[in-house]
């Protein structure tokens, strides 16, 4: 079995701790936006619905662009982040973390919207009249039945993560150690000669990194998610 | 004791209903689209009402004067849905404990073990609710409302999606929580069959109103088609006591203070009370006593009303005692034998006819 070199495992180390970080941040914020777009009538829904989908029509380079000129480091807001929280983004594998989530909230949203959508919601006024709370009621049914939707949508956002190359690159560039995840590396093998075989390795592991983690949101699904059946006759 | 008065729009439709009534079990009768539900919506508070107040064992849970609404939660009324609605994703023991749970252990009187026992659930405690058949998760549903520790329990059509031995079994589980735990009970039916059967008083809703309140013999013999579907089928409701068990016939006789009733065997003991239901297409007249017959219950009395359906059959009502009884006779009978109010007739009712369901 070929055995990897520290610079690949750093890539694949990095490009792990990007998609994971990425997934996990936007999980809570995907499920409150996912919530309100499938159950709340709200004034601004449509517009909502519009910039939560925008990184799905837009290329990926001008969300990059957009983060790097709202978000760098004299940005309008990258600015306020530094000098009030000491936070930075910019050319931080932080940064790259965010581009992934952004890009990969839309894909996110629509599994974890669908899958609410798809609740009977008597479910939860059943629930009430037992004696749920409405948060209770939110965390003891809604969720659980929401699972489903939401480990696929995690699993989208974190496959995005993973192969997220323009935004990435124009917002954080390609600075090996910090920010050059695995696409980015490959990208940069094929750029030098006799660059081919590490670009080729490197492929292969992204591979098996995604199917890994296809087989892995399967093994959830199967685990923790019923099949919502429906409780009629 | 529950005290309903809501008031309530939707669209056309206009919803007034009001009645106060206290009684081991209530039924609440009218046609589909009567507004039924939308009554014990409001009681559980999933609906709210735009005017009205809502006052169950003496406690206030809406009043839209004293700006009250007590939330869902902490109504305590338990509500058992015509589909049942357990959780899909949690087996029957957390379904049957979820309200339970959220109950203050210094309010719990009813214990898990006692529900499980009365409602026959043991077997099923650790399955899912996707493999229960439609009784079964009926079952579960009651047990799931109970242990959220109810002030009353309120049941919206619970039996319309089973079929007829089903719902037989859950009618016999109602009565044995209405004999054991003493927890008031509102039925929401549109059959007049199970309404009778299960229910002490009546409230019929018709159109939004409520046009009739009382005991369920008076109630259903005072029924007509006006307030229920158009396939009614009357029924007399007559309570009874059993004096006599005839062993060898496998017959019993009952009594009431029009006379006496022979039915086939009804399981249970001498001077019990049996509430008879019986059909009015199980009901023949006569004008004469009729001799040489394999009838054995000739019951004379006197018209009281007649009813013309508009089809073949014209329903005539005859007071025997205290009771009335109603017979469904064909428009060419009814003509030949020249029946009219106040006329002296005996009303024939075949035993056989009887079956156990006609007793309760």
């Known amino acids: ?233 | 004791m529950i005290d309903v008065d809501v008031e309530q729009r939707f669209g056309a439709f206009e919803l007034a209903v009001r009645f106060a009534v206290d009684a081991p079990i209530v039924g609440l009768f009218g046609a589909s689209g009567a507004g039924k539900t939308s009554v014990v919506n409001a009681i559980a508070g999933i609906a709210k009402p735009a005017r009205g107040a809502i006052v169950i064992n003496g406690t206030r849970l809406f009043d839209s004067a004293q700006r009250i609404d007590v939330p869902p939660e902490r109504r305590r009324i338990g509500y058992v849905f015509q589909d049942a609605l357990l959780f899909p994703h949690l087996d029957v023991q957390s379904n049957l404990l979820y309200g339970q749970r959220l109950c203050p252990a210094a309010d719990r009187f009813i214990e898990s073990a006692r529900i499980i026992a009365l409602l026959g659930l043991h077997a099923l405690l650790e399955r899912r609710p996707a493999t229960l058949s439609g009784g079964e998760r009926q079952r579960v549903a009651i047990g799931r409302a109970l242990l959220a520790q109810p002030r009353i329990l309120l049941m919206d059509e619970p039996l319309a999606a089973l079929d007829v031995p089903r719902k037989r079994e859950i009618l016999t589980y109602i009565e044995r929580l209405r004999d054991e735990l003493h927890i008031p009970i509102v039925y929401v039916s549109h059959s007049i069959e199970e309404i009778t059967r299960i229910a002490d008083t009546i409230v019929v809703v018709a159109n939004g109103r409520c046009t009739s309140v009382g005991d369920a013999q008076t109630v259903a013999n005072a029924l007509d088609a006006s307030s229920t579907d158009d396939h009614y089928d009357p029924v007399s409701v007559i309570d009874t006591r059993i004096v006599a068990q005839d062993m060898r016939y496998r017959l019993t006789t009952l009594a009431f203070d029009g006379g006496e009733l022979v039915v086939p065997a009804v399981d249970a003991l001498p001077r019990d009370r049996v509430r008879a239901r019986i059909r009015a297409r199980d009901v023949s007249l006569a004008i004469g006593r009729p001799t040489g017959i394999s009838i054995l219950n000739v019951l004379p009395g006197v018209v009281t009303k007649i009813r013309v359906t508009g089809g073949p059959a014209v329903d005539v009502s005859v007071a025997v005692g205290n009771a009335t009884l109603t017979a469904r006779i064909t428009q060419r009978s009814f003509e030949e034998l020249g029946i009219h109010d106040d006329m002296y007739v005996h009303a024939l009712v075949k035993a056989v006819s009887l079956e156990q369901q006609n007793f309760a």
């Not at chain 1, 709202?70 to 931080?92: D, K, N, T, Y």
């Not at chain 1, 965390?139 to 323009?166: K, M, Q, W």
């Not at chain 1, 917002?171 to 590396?185: D, H, R, W």
């Not at chain 1, 492929?203 to 959830?220: F, Q």
Request: hydrophobic share 55%.
């Open chain 1, 1 to 233: 079995m070929p055995t990897l070199t520290a610079t690949e495992l750093q890539i694949i180390a990095l490009s792990l701790r990007v998609a994971l970080v990425s997934m996990l941040c936007s999980l809570p914020l995907a499920i409150v936006v996912a919530y309100a777009l499938a159950r709340l009538d709200f004034p601004g829904k449509t517009l909502v619905d519009a910039i939560v989908h925008l990184p799905l029509v837009l290329p990926p380079v001008v969300v990059g662009f957009a983060l790097l000129v709202l978000l760098g480091r004299h940005g309008p807001i990258g600015s306020i982040l530094e000098q009030w929280f000491g936070i930075v983004f910019a050319f931080r594998w932080t940064g790259a973390a965010l581009a992934s989530a952004i890009m990969g909230f839309p894909l996110m949203i629509r599994a974890i919207r669908l899958s609410i959508a798809a609740i009977d919601r008597r479910l939860e006024v059943a629930a009430r009249t037992l004696g749920g709370s409405p948060p209770w009621v939110f965390v003891s049914v809604t969720l659980p039945l929401a699972l489903p939707g939401i480990i696929t949508g995690s699993l989208l956002s974190f496959a995005r993560g993973l192969g997220e190359f323009g935004a990435t690159i124009t917002f954080v560039s390609n600075i090996p150690g910090e920010t050059q995840t695995l696409p980015l590396a490959i990208y940069s093998f094929t750029q030098v000669p006799g660059g081919d075989v590490p670009a080729l390795r490197l492929s292969i592991i992204a591979v098996i990194l995604s199917i890994v983690a296809l087989v892995a949101s399967e093994w959830l699904t199967r685990r923790f998610a019923t099949v919502h059946v429906d409780d009629r006759r």
